[in-house]
């Protein structure tokens, strides 16, 4: 085991591609390639990963021929060259074990929970009625307490916030913890027994405060400790009163302000599971936590048999995006690989942990991986192959400084780099305090424009779509070409919101205005259709015949939309009025090609993993070292003297002033957590930049200014540990301004994009099968029952899996362990079939025949990329036998070109073919060419 520390720009990549390819090379199998599983944390990042191997072993092939032989053998097996995501991989592992977790094989996974968590709500609302009285009382109290907080009064919201929270991995891990069950934690008869429980002790506390001879503590001031010091002092037993019990008091008021919300819990949990069940859904965080359970006892031996395939090495790239139940899912599978002497290597960096919203734990890479195995070699990359010297030693210095003043040293030991890049030029770094930052990001570009840039290498950085969205406007404006991951909304699209407006009155046929206005364009609105898919392409097909130019600039809106139409209905039916309440809540954006000469703007989250000449950071300020959040924390009543009742878990608000609470010690280790996250971000920010980088942000307030002038800096953002950094000069710079003339730019490529969308009436598109007997006879394979194309089928699959005498039979028990053959037809088949090998000993040699490779079924490409597969090629040192097989007792043309082209296609690939026949094997009869 072996794990690689990379910050950014430290050419991870390239040592990920050089593990891969090295493990390859030292292996002896020719598929050593399908028992290397690499995975990372994208889909984007998996394919650059795919290209970095290929690319790589390409410039080996022309002096190592094992390179090359391994190059041909990826490419003509390229489904088991295995580089996957890490969702990917555990799903394609969850499938082989649908039968155990009780799941219909064909179950779908959601990706988006909050699309479920709002509906089971909705359904939970829905179906009130005034006999649930307790589901009332708990809404009426959740109110109550809004309006005595003076929060805003959004029980949906509340709602909603509740499930989600309830949903996190976060909280189902600390469940999991204390051994809770969730329907019985927030069961009617234990939420009762709390909220007693916490009135009692609420009593008794403001008893002993009147006893001590002091008045009530009102709602409103007893949090004011600080306050009231001054008077408890004279009072020495009213003092001892509060010490003794005064964290008592606000950790149960603090619990008893949450029994009304925590109400809707165990009807939430109820809810929730019934709608997965109704759509045969799965939630992806669930899956992975099935899947643990699954595996957790079992050995890696049985995982494989399951999943049809042996990994003896592992590479675990972006391993700080990891979470904890997808280390539990791995850790055996890498537990046996060790064991075996296999090759693993994870490859991460805690500064670049931005992910934690996904569950990321960032831990691991820092010790979990350590404690499992302590003998894993660890290596550090120190090297900047990425950034100018200016930029790298700019976020050397500042982040040092950063993490030392937020107690974060241990975890950013490792910032400082080395300068790998030799750019005679060398590059420059700006920070920018000011209260326009948009026209600041404007002149930022006019300045590179004018210094040689094209729009294409500069990239805008921001903190989130809104940020993002505001920016691609005002640069609109100024006329900048922009391109976005997350600026470009398909609802801003005019052609795709003609559809949804259509489909709007088509589910609303008494609308006279509508209906008018369908008319107008020759739209006909028919009671009746297929699916919903159909229905937007009917509509498409309508208005590009009515509207001229009506796809013009407007595919990629439209093919997004679709896909979107299509993904839904997949799951939810073909529902219109539930499709456009989806579509009204969905925040539906499209990429645009990186290629193309026009600025990029994307959020830093997006950022991760690229790199640009110039980056523009504006509203650095809004990187903030905190934010309000609710956090999960679990009390042990025993250990503070409280009833046994109030054990269990519990939402807390991490904004606002401390409460004082026993909760205190896990909100502080969140609030650390929440340092890591925001400088993390800031890091991920500020190394992306290759020649130069500016960073915008708004003045510091006036209080943090105070407080650094006082010499105890209060900081509340990151860009106020910059403007420290900076000595607290409102515009700053390092370096000279570069020079981008020099940048070699590769040329951009035109994309065609299929506009249009063909579509054929239903009864166009149905014919008369002639293959009925296939599926209304009684079954037979073998038998006179079965039809002669089924049966065909069926000896061809097994004939075509044999490469010797012996494997004959392991061919036709995988055929009957599918369900192809019956036990009694496996008989039948193998005497058939044994017989014929047996007079053609020549086409089917035994294990153990020189100088003889079999190729069964194997593809091969000519000039237009069509891909051809021969049943049957026998490859020989002096050229090749090529035989097709045929159980029809039809002789047609086109047999004979087929197999003509097969032969051209092996001469064109320089073999000699010694032989090329097809076989009649029904009639035992051959026809050579």
């Given at each position: 085991m072996k794990i690689l520390r990379a910050s950014a720009g430290s050419g991870k990549t390239y040592r990920l591609s050089k593990a891969y390819i090295g493990i390859l090379l030292s292996s002896g199998?020719?598929?050593?390639?399908?028992?290397?599983?690499?995975?990372?944390?994208?889909?984007?990042?998996?394919?650059?990963?795919?290209?970095?191997?290929?690319?790589?072993?390409?410039?080996?092939?022309?002096?190592?021929?094992?390179?090359?032989?391994?190059?041909?053998?990826?490419?003509?097996?390229?489904?088991?060259?295995?580089?996957?995501?890490?969702?990917?991989?555990?799903?394609?592992?969850?499938?082989?074990?649908?039968?155990?977790i009780g799941q219909l094989a064909d179950y779908q996974i959601e990706l988006d929970r909050r699309s479920l968590i709002q509906e089971a709500m909705d359904r939970i609302l829905d179906s009130l009625t005034p006999d649930d009285r307790e589901l009332v009382r708990w809404i009426s109290g959740s109110l109550e307490g809004s309006l005595e907080r003076g929060s805003e009064l959004?029980?949906?919201?509340?709602?909603?916030?509740?499930?989600?929270?309830?949903?996190?991995?976060?909280?189902?891990?600390?469940?999991?913890?204390?051994?809770?069950?969730?329907?019985?934690?927030?069961?009617?008869?234990?939420?009762?027994?709390?909220?007693?429980?916490?009135?009692?002790?609420?009593?008794?506390?403001?008893?002993?405060?009147?006893?001590?001879?002091?008045?009530?503590?009102?709602?409103?001031?007893?949090?004011?400790?600080?306050?009231?010091?001054?008077?408890?002092?004279?009072?020495?037993?009213?003092?001892?009163?509060?010490?003794?019990?005064?964290?008592?008091?606000?950790?149960?008021?603090?619990?008893?302000?949450?029994?009304?919300?925590?109400?809707?819990?165990?009807?939430?949990?109820?809810?929730?599971?019934?709608?997965?069940?109704?759509?045969?859904?799965?939630?992806?965080?669930?899956?992975?936590?099935?899947?643990?359970?699954?595996?957790?006892?079992?050995d890696a031996p049985f995982i494989y048999e399951k999943v049809g395939v042996r990994y003896d090495s592992f590479l675990l790239d972006e391993f700080q995006d990891t979470s904890n139940v997808q280390w539990d899912n791995f850790l055996p599978l890498l537990r046996e690989s060790e064991s075996r002497g296999g090759h693993n290597l994870i490859v991460g960096d805690v500064k670049q942990s931005i992910y934690r919203f996904r569950d990321s734990d960032w831990s691991l890479l820092a010790s979990g991986v350590l404690e499992a195995f302590p003998d894993a070699e660890v290596e550090t990359l120190q090297g900047n192959w990425r950034s100018s010297r200016e930029v790298v030693h700019f976020?050397?210095?500042?982040?040092?400084?950063?993490?030392?003043?937020?107690?974060?040293?241990?975890?950013?030991?490792?910032?400082?780099?080395?300068?790998?890049?030799?750019?005679?030029?060398?590059?420059?770094?700006?920070?920018?305090?000011?209260?326009?930052?948009?026209?600041?990001?404007?002149?930022?570009?006019?300045?590179?424009?004018?210094?040689?840039?094209?729009?294409?290498?500069?990239?805008?950085?921001?903190?989130?779509?809104?940020?993002?969205?505001?920016?691609?406007?005002?640069l609109l404006q100024k006329g900048v070409p922009v391109i976005s991951d997350d600026s470009l909304d398909v609802k801003s699209s005019p052609a795709v919101n003609r559809v949804v407006s259509l489909l709007t009155a088509y589910d609303n046929p008494d609308d006279v205005i509508c209906a008018y206005?369908?008319?107008?364009?020759?739209?006909?609105?028919?009671?009746?259709?297929?699916?919903?898919?159909?229905?937007?392409?009917?509509?498409?097909?309508?208005?590009?015949?009515?509207?001229?130019?009506?796809?013009?600039?407007?595919?990629?809106?439209?093919?997004?939309?679709?896909?979107?139409?299509?993904?839904?209905?997949?799951?939810?039916?073909?529902?219109?009025?539930?499709?456009?309440?989806?579509?009204?809540?969905?925040?539906?954006?499209?990429?645009?090609?990186?290629?193309?000469?026009?600025?990029?703007?994307?959020?830093?989250?997006?950022?991760?993993?690229?790199?640009?000449?110039?980056?523009?950071?504006?509203?650095?300020?809004?990187?903030?070292?905190?934010?309000?959040?609710?956090?999960?924390?679990?009390?042990?009543?025993?250990?503070?003297?409280?009833?046994?009742?109030?054990?269990?878990?519990?939402?807390?608000?991490?904004?606002?002033?401390?409460?004082?609470?026993?909760?205190?010690?896990?909100?502080?280790?969140?609030?650390?957590?929440?340092?890591?996250?925001?400088?993390?971000?800031?890091?991920?920010?500020?190394?992306?930049?290759?020649?130069?980088?500016?960073?915008?942000?708004?003045?510091?307030?006036?209080?943090?200014?105070?407080?650094?002038?006082?010499?105890?800096?209060?900081?509340?953002?990151?860009?106020?540990?910059?403007?420290?950094?900076?000595?607290?000069?409102?515009?700053?710079?390092?370096?000279?301004?570069?020079?981008?003339?020099?940048?070699?730019?590769?040329?951009?490529?035109?994309?065609?994009?299929f506009c249009c969308y063909p579509s054929v009436p239903l009864g166009g598109r149905l014919a008369p099968s002639g293959d009925a007997e296939d599926f209304f006879g009684d079954g037979s394979v073998t038998g006179v029952g079965a039809s002669a194309r089924l049966r065909g089928i069926v000896l061809h699959s097994v004939l075509s899996s044999v490469t010797g005498p012996e494997s004959l039979g392991a061919a036709v028990c995988n055929a009957c362990a599918d369900g192809l053959l019956s036990e009694a037809e496996s008989r039948e088949c193998m005497d058939f079939l044994s017989s014929r090998i047996a007079s053609r000993p020549e086409w089917f040699p035994s294990g153990n025949a020189p100088g003889v490779e079999v190729l069964s079924e194997t593809g091969v490409f000519d000039s237009a990329g069509r891909e051809h597969r021969p049943d049957r090629v026998l490859v020989y040192p002096d050229g090749v036998r090529i035989i097709d097989f045929k159980f029809g007792d039809r002789r047609e043309k086109s047999h004979l070109q087929q197999i003509e082209r097969y032969a051209a296609l092996y001469e064109s690939l320089g073999f000699e073919v010694l032989e090329c026949c097809l076989w009649y094997v029904e009639q035992d009869e051959i026809i050579s060419i």
């Open positions: 199998q020719k598929d050593a390639y399908r028992h290397i599983l690499a995975v990372t944390f994208t889909n984007k990042a998996t394919e650059e990963m795919k290209e970095r191997i290929l690319d790589d072993l390409y410039r080996l092939s022309s002096e190592n021929p094992r390179a090359r032989e391994l190059l041909v053998a990826m490419l003509h097996d390229y489904g088991s060259f295995s580089v996957s995501t890490i969702d990917h991989f555990f799903q394609r592992t969850l499938k082989a074990f649908s039968r155990e959004d029980i949906e919201g509340s709602l909603y916030d509740m499930g989600s929270q309830l949903k996190s991995e976060e909280c189902g891990k600390l469940a999991e913890s204390l051994g809770i069950d969730m329907l019985a934690e927030y069961s009617k008869d234990r939420l009762e027994r709390l909220g007693k429980a916490c009135a009692e002790l609420r009593d008794s506390f403001i008893d002993a405060l009147r006893n001590a001879g002091l008045e009530d503590v009102s709602r409103s001031e007893r949090f004011r400790l600080e306050g009231r010091k001054r008077v408890l002092k004279k009072l020495p037993r009213a003092m001892e009163v509060v010490e003794r019990g005064f964290r008592a008091y606000n950790t149960v008021c603090e619990i008893g302000d949450r029994i009304f919300s925590l109400g809707f819990a165990g009807e939430f949990y109820s809810a929730f599971d019934a709608l997965l069940r109704e759509k045969n859904v799965m939630c992806l965080d669930e899956s992975n936590l099935l899947l643990r359970d699954i595996i957790g006892d079992s976020n050397n210095g500042f982040f040092r400084m950063a993490s030392e003043r937020l107690g974060l040293s241990d975890i950013y030991a490792d910032v400082t780099q080395e300068v790998m890049r030799g750019d005679a030029q060398g590059g420059r770094v700006e920070v920018d305090f000011c209260s326009d930052q948009l026209e600041k990001t404007y002149g930022c570009i006019c300045r590179a424009r004018d210094a040689g840039a094209s729009f294409g290498d500069i990239a805008v950085l921001v903190r989130n779509r809104k940020a993002g969205a505001a920016v691609a406007d005002y206005i369908a008319g107008s364009l020759g739209i006909e609105f028919r009671p009746e259709y297929h699916s919903l898919v159909d229905l937007c392409e009917s509509l498409l097909r309508a208005l590009c015949a009515a509207c001229e130019g009506f796809m013009d600039g407007e595919t990629l809106f439209v093919q997004a939309f679709m896909d979107e139409v299509r993904s839904w209905s997949e799951t939810n039916g073909n529902n219109i009025r539930q499709f456009l309440r989806h579509w009204d809540e969905t925040d539906l954006a499209i990429g645009s090609p990186r290629n193309e000469n026009a600025l990029r703007i994307c959020t830093i989250h997006k950022s991760k993993g690229l790199q640009f000449p110039y980056v523009i950071f504006p509203f650095a300020d809004k990187v903030e070292l905190y934010r309000p959040g609710v956090r999960w924390c679990s009390l042990d009543a025993a250990k503070y003297g409280l009833p046994e009742v109030m054990s269990g878990i519990y939402p807390m608000n991490l904004g606002g002033d401390k409460a004082d609470t026993f909760f205190d010690d896990e909100l502080e280790r969140e609030r650390r957590r929440q340092l890591v996250d925001n400088i993390n971000l800031f890091y991920v920010a500020m190394t992306r930049a290759e020649k130069a980088l500016s960073v915008i942000s708004a003045p510091p307030t006036k209080k943090f200014a105070a407080s650094l002038s006082s010499g105890r800096p209060e900081y509340s953002r990151l860009s106020d540990l910059l403007y420290e950094y900076v000595g607290g000069m409102d515009s700053i710079s390092y370096g000279e301004p570069y020079d981008f003339g020099a940048i070699e730019r590769r040329t951009a490529v035109e994309h065609d994009f």
